[in-house]
């Protein structure tokens, strides 16, 4: 993909950009929709926003939108529940659909088939955030080691995620991560690189974007660094040996076609600096397009600017079933 591709802006009819919604990563939604709806419109897009939580889905086949490119994070944007609304509604979206955006949302689902597939995912452990016995924590960094990192499996952002140096802190990280969700997700700290790496396409015609390296200050790649400071430098090209960045690329595909995704979607990963074992840590089906998000970043050094970036993840929408009805 580059900019050299021609798309009929006309036949892509009246858009929504789909923005907010109602979870802890509206704010961040806001900004990639805006994002999103300037440039499309700066490509004759006929672009409108439209927010979830200010008026109901079912407007959309009301006001006549033709397609929708889904600029919702988090919950009831990039779950499959508005994939399955809009399948409903007969609307083509982008992204991926109802089955691969619901096990995306969820790290835990994500890693279990990860594991079955063969992929490597950092070893973890599971429980209610309501059923978790003193005596069971204390014993989670025995089995996963210190540091280790306790996150709520079905958020984004950073959102409620602790680094735990020790096991005092272990009921705190625990208690964090029950506000956002009722399952606890806790995961082996891989000590080394941060890396994440962007797919545009679909099946065998996926392709992996280049590999961008993430170095945060002190490590911390949280919510304010993400996405409002400028303290956090991003590497792209990674710098990787091109044998590592091609391992990268092919464990991204390897990870995003297992679980059906298709559109676009963006792989974080860590490699370990110790033996240069690369692990994957989640998959993201509805990345952020903000002026600190990574997809546009590395999409730019493949020659994608970010308004070409948009149009082409726009026109590859559709829906599930018109799949089943190509088949």
């Given at each position: 993909?580059?900019?050299?591709?021609?798309?009929?802006v006309a036949?892509?009819?009246?858009?929504?950009?789909l923005?907010?919604?109602?979870?802890?990563?509206r704010e961040?939604?806001?900004?990639s929709?805006?994002?999103?709806?300037?440039?499309?419109?700066?490509?004759g897009?006929?672009?409108?926003?439209f927010?979830?939580?200010a008026q109901?889905?079912a407007?959309?086949?009301?006001?006549?939108?033709?397609?929708?490119f889904?600029?919702l994070h988090?919950?009831?944007?990039?779950?499959?529940?508005?994939q399955?609304?809009?399948?409903?509604?007969?609307?083509?979206?982008?992204?991926?659909g109802?089955?691969?955006?619901?096990?995306?949302m969820?790290?835990?689902?994500?890693?279990?088939?990860?594991?079955?597939?063969?992929l490597p995912?950092?070893?973890?452990?599971?429980?209610?955030?309501?059923?978790?016995p003193r005596e069971r924590l204390?014993?989670?960094?025995?089995?996963?080691?210190?540091?280790?990192?306790?996150?709520?499996?079905r958020?984004?952002?950073?959102?409620?995620?602790?680094?735990?140096?020790?096991?005092?802190?272990?009921?705190?990280?625990?208690?964090l991560?029950?506000?956002?969700d009722p399952?606890?997700?806790?995961e082996?700290?891989?000590?080394?690189i941060?890396?994440?790496c962007?797919?545009?396409g679909?099946?065998?015609?996926?392709?992996a974007?280049?590999?961008v390296?993430?170095?945060?200050?002190?490590?911390?790649y949280?919510?304010?660094?993400?996405?409002?400071?400028?303290?956090?430098?991003?590497?792209?090209?990674?710098?990787?040996?091109p044998?590592?960045?091609?391992?990268?690329?092919?464990l991204?595909?390897?990870?995003?076609?297992?679980?059906?995704?298709?559109g676009?979607?963006?792989?974080?990963?860590?490699?370990?600096?110790?033996?240069?074992?690369i692990?994957l840590?989640?998959?993201?089906t509805?990345?952020?397009?903000?002026?600190?998000?990574?997809?546009?970043?590395?999409a730019?050094?493949?020659g994608?600017?970010?308004?070409?970036l948009?149009?082409?993840i726009?026109?590859?929408?559709?829906l599930?079933?018109?799949?089943?009805?190509?088949?």
């Amino acid at each position: 993909m580059n900019d050299r591709v021609r798309i009929d802006v006309a036949a892509l009819g009246l858009t929504a950009v789909l923005m907010g919604g109602d979870s802890a990563e509206r704010e961040v939604s806001l900004m990639s929709g805006a994002g999103v709806l300037e440039a499309l419109r700066g490509l004759g897009v006929a672009a409108q926003a439209f927010d979830p939580a200010a008026q109901p889905l079912a407007e959309l086949k009301a006001r006549g939108f033709a397609r929708a490119f889904i600029a919702l994070h988090g919950r009831h944007g990039e779950d499959g529940t508005v994939q399955g609304a809009l399948e409903l509604l007969r609307i083509p979206y982008t992204g991926s659909g109802v089955m691969a955006s619901a096990i995306a949302m969820d790290k835990v689902m994500t890693k279990r088939v990860w594991k079955a597939e063969g992929l490597p995912t950092p070893p973890w452990r599971w429980f209610a955030a309501d059923d978790a016995p003193r005596e069971r924590l204390m014993a989670v960094p025995d089995e996963l080691g210190l540091p280790l990192i306790v996150k709520p499996p079905r958020e984004g952002s950073s959102i409620g995620v602790t680094k735990v140096m020790g096991y005092s802190q272990m009921q705190d990280a625990v208690a964090l991560a029950g506000r956002y969700d009722p399952d606890v997700l806790c995961e082996a700290f891989i000590e080394g690189i941060e890396l994440t790496c962007p797919v545009l396409g679909q099946g065998a015609t996926a392709r992996a974007l280049p590999v961008v390296r993430i170095d945060a200050p002190a490590g911390q790649y949280d919510y304010q660094n993400k996405y409002f400071t400028d303290e956090v430098a991003y590497r792209v090209p990674s710098g990787l040996p091109p044998a590592e960045e091609a391992e990268v690329q092919r464990l991204t595909l390897a990870a995003y076609r297992t679980l059906g995704c298709r559109g676009w979607g963006r792989a974080d990963l860590m490699l370990r600096e110790r033996d240069r074992r690369i692990y994957l840590l989640e998959m993201n089906t509805s990345p952020g397009m903000t002026g600190h998000s990574l997809v546009p970043m590395s999409a730019k050094a493949a020659g994608i600017s970010y308004p070409q970036l948009c149009l082409e993840i726009l026109a590859a929408a559709t829906l599930d079933s018109a799949r089943e009805t190509a088949a």
